[in-house]
């Protein structure tokens, strides 16, 4: 058994600046006003058409991260409706076999103690569950019947591609004090690599978790 921190990384390559020409190049059709496009107008326009609600622009650049976390979370992920997902599949992959080292992987939980009698309980029960789903594989049932006692802690990866309007209304939403804390994590590591890319779409979502 294997517990291990979520992570989110990024999958598709962003020239924040190439990014937010395209942006302008687009959005300028809405006013015909092409001719004002110059070498520095970008950030000043897509600041604009973002402070006056016109979000609507923003949907034709789309990033996509890989996400490693619990299975739990990507329920919540998967909600977004505007976006594309693709997800390691319980029903295929064999955590018995020697590609998964004969093991399964679970995201530790950040809000239990290491130390602490609610951590000791849940890894128990993680180790209860690797038991027999180990044990039903070895006797001849197939993957997708032996997930019937994988847990909601069993670590998955998904890669998610959403537009940049629909990333800031999961960050918004995803990031919120009563948001879950486990989505929280991963949502602010988005948040980090997008702000550090293309900081004028993100630079008004606080970092502070």
């Known amino acids: 058994m294997r517990i291990v921190e979520p992570r989110a990384t990024l999958e598709t390559p962003i020239d924040g600046d190439a990014l937010l020409r395209g942006i302008e ?8 006003s092409e001719a004002k496009i110059s070498r520095e107008s970008a950030e000043k326009f897509v600041r604009g058409i973002i402070k006056r609600g ?19 979370v990507t329920h919540e992920i998967v909600r977004h409706r505007i976006a594309s997902y693709s997800q390691e599949s319980t029903r ?7 590609k998964f080292g004969g093991e399964l992987t679970f995201i530790k939980p950040c809000f239990f103690d290491e130390g602490g009698a609610a951590y000791r309980l849940w890894h128990e029960s993680m180790s209860r569950a690797e038991t027999a789903y180990l044990a039903l594989i070895g006797g001849g049932a197939s993957p997708q019947e032996a997930r019937s006692v994988l847990p909601n802690s069993l670590k998955t990866e998904i890669v998610v591609t959403m537009n940049l309007r629909e990333w800031r209304h999961f960050i918004r939403l995803r990031t919120a004090a ?6 929280r994590e991963v949502a602010f590591q988005i948040l980090k690599e997008l702000r550090a890319r293309i900081p004028v779409i993100f630079d008004e979502f606080s970092q502070e978790q």
């Open 25 to 32: 190049r687009i959005g300028r059709v809405c006013y015909k």
């Open 54 to 72: 016109h979000e609507s622009v923003i949907e034709h650049a789309s990033v996509s991260f890989r996400i490693v976390c619990d299975r739990g």
């Open 92 to 98: 295929y992959c064999n955590y018995a076999g020697d």
């Open 178 to 183: 009563d948001a879950h804390p486990q989505v």
